[in-house]
């Protein structure tokens, strides 16, 4: 089956800890996303990239960090430097065309 | 820089009533909308996709429409039931830069 995994599911951090949240797919698509949605808010967008070996800042990257390596991968790591980094991470991709964008099941972050 | 924004932030409604929720944003140089739907702790499920060459889009008993001049989309849903009740978010894709932009949400919840 086609589709987006974001794992794990559950992740807790001691403070001061970076942590890596995985997001891979199997869409075979160009451009991926990453958002972070606080209780009864709406998504912010942390980092997205539309091709390989490249990512730009979306509106809150401060304290976190991605790479593309690989077209079906982008992993988020939330940094020491992120502050409030309890929050649900949820991860998106998007193909070319009609530019449907399909999203991961989500992370659930919490500092300890 | 685009804005999206959504009302109302939420809607209680009996069962059986036809109700419409608003989306705007500012920018129009849009590539696409998208509505999608979100149940708590969950990610986030498409709903409709319209271009931005389209007015409207239709599955089942929900219909969007898209005025792109007037930066505004509606989401129709029709006789709603108590499975409808969750959270519905409307994002765009700036054609300039492949941002994916979301509102804040509006929370439904339809009684039975």
């Known amino acids: 089956d086609g589709g987006i995994t974001q794992s794990p599911k559950y992740l807790f951090r001691k403070e001061g800890q970076n942590v890596t949240l995985s997001c891979e797919q199997n869409?075979?698509?160009?451009?991926m996303y990453w958002y972070r949605q606080d209780p009864g808010q709406g998504l912010r967008l942390i980092y997205y990239s539309q091709i390989v070996n490249d990512f730009q800042k979306g509106d809150i990257a401060e304290g976190y960090s991605v790479s593309r390596e690989k077209k079906e991968s982008f992993p988020l790591t939330v940094t020491s430097a992120q502050k409030n980094p309890t929050a649900f991470y949820l991860c998106?991709?998007?193909?070319?065309?009609?530019?449907?964008?399909?999203f991961g099941q989500g992370t659930r972050l919490t500092v300890v | 820089k685009q804005e999206v924004t959504q009302i109302p932030a939420a809607l209680s409604v009996p069962e059986g009533e036809n109700l419409v929720l608003n989306c705007s944003f500012t920018?129009?140089?849009?590539?696409?909308l998208q509505w999608f739907r979100q149940d708590p702790g969950k990610g986030l499920t498409s709903l409709l996709l319209i271009q931005s060459s389209q007015r409207e889009q239709t599955s089942g008993r929900l219909n969007a429409s898209l005025d792109k001049s007037s930066g505004r989309s509606t989401l129709y849903i029709a006789a709603s039931q108590p499975g409808d009740s969750a959270t519905y978010l409307c994002a765009v894709c700036s054609g300039n830069t492949g941002k994916l932009i979301f509102g804040q949400g509006t929370t439904l919840q339809v009684k039975p």
């Open positions: 869409l075979n698509h160009d451009a």
């Open positions: 920018d129009s140089a849009i590539y696409n």
């Open positions: 998106a991709s998007m193909g070319q065309g009609d530019a449907e964008a399909f």
